[in-house]
């Protein structure tokens, strides 16, 4: 019954929280995109508390962030691809179910590089074409800080494990408001 309902959730998820159209100060809205779309917010949270649980270090945050950029790129030179609003609804679930499944945390945290791929996807086809660099030197700039800041967090919670728990449910909520939203 569970793994129907989430099934159903999401072939009627709406898109997650694009923002086409960055062309009046494409710097200032590639910063502030990761901080205001809820899913690319909580996927690279995740991601970083992730990397600390699962002892990747620098490995998994930087894998991400170059899957995002090449995601980017790639959206950019060739327009959207089918499920690309999906799978950035899924990486949060996968996200919180890493946190929630410990003895799945690796495998799941080893697919983050992956949904990245779609998060910078999605950024690409979303920025004006002749705003695009500097969109994503924004982007990439404050996603790599949002990786940096869940590792800090990963790092406090390696020692707690409620606490993991928690946030791991946060990101259950999270991922059930994208996927709602």
Same mark, same amino acid.
């Given at each position: 019954?569970?793994?129907?309902?989430?099934?159903?959730?999401?072939?009627?998820?709406?898109?997650?929280?694009?923002?086409?159209?960055?062309?009046? !100060?494409?710097?200032?809205?590639?910063?502030?995109?990761?901080?205001?779309?809820?899913?690319?917010?909580?996927?690279?949270?995740?991601?970083?508390?992730?990397?600390?649980?699962?002892?990747?270090?620098?490995?998994?945050?930087?894998?991400?962030?170059?899957?995002?950029?090449?995601?980017?790129?790639?959206?950019?030179?060739?327009?959207?691809?089918?499920?690309?609003?999906?799978?950035?609804?899924?990486?949060?679930?996968?996200?919180?179910?890493?946190?929630?499944?410990? !003895?799945?945390?690796?495998?799941?945290?080893?697919?983050?590089?992956?949904?990245?791929?779609?998060?910078?996807?999605?950024?690409?086809?979303?920025?004006?074409?002749?705003?695009?660099?500097?969109?994503?030197?924004?982007?990439?700039?404050?996603?790599?800080?949002?990786?940096?800041?869940?590792?800090?967090?990963?790092?406090?919670?390696?020692?707690?494990?409620?606490?993991?728990?928690?946030?791991?449910?946060?990101?259950?909520?999270?991922?059930?408001?994208?996927?709602?939203?």
């Amino acid at each position: 019954m569970k793994k129907t309902f989430a099934l159903a959730l999401l072939l009627v998820a709406l898109p997650a929280f694009a923002h086409p159209g960055h062309d009046s !100060n494409p710097l200032q809205d590639g910063l502030l995109h990761p901080l205001t779309g809820l899913d690319h917010l909580l996927m690279l949270l995740g991601t970083g508390v992730l990397a600390a649980l699962t002892r990747r270090h620098l490995g998994l945050p930087l894998a991400t962030l170059a899957a995002m950029f090449a995601g980017a790129v790639c959206g950019h030179l060739f327009g959207g691809v089918l499920g690309m609003e999906t799978m950035i609804a899924v990486s949060v679930l996968v996200a919180a179910g890493a946190l929630l499944l410990p !003895n799945r945390q690796l495998s799941l945290a080893l697919a983050m590089p992956v949904f990245a791929l779609f998060h910078g996807w999605a950024h690409g086809v979303e920025a004006t074409p002749s705003a695009f660099w500097l969109f994503s030197a924004g982007f990439v700039t404050v996603s790599g800080l949002l990786l940096v800041a869940g590792f800090a967090l990963g790092c406090l919670l390696r020692r707690h494990s409620r606490l993991q728990k928690v946030f791991g449910g946060g990101l259950l909520a999270g991922a059930a408001f994208v996927l709602v939203g």
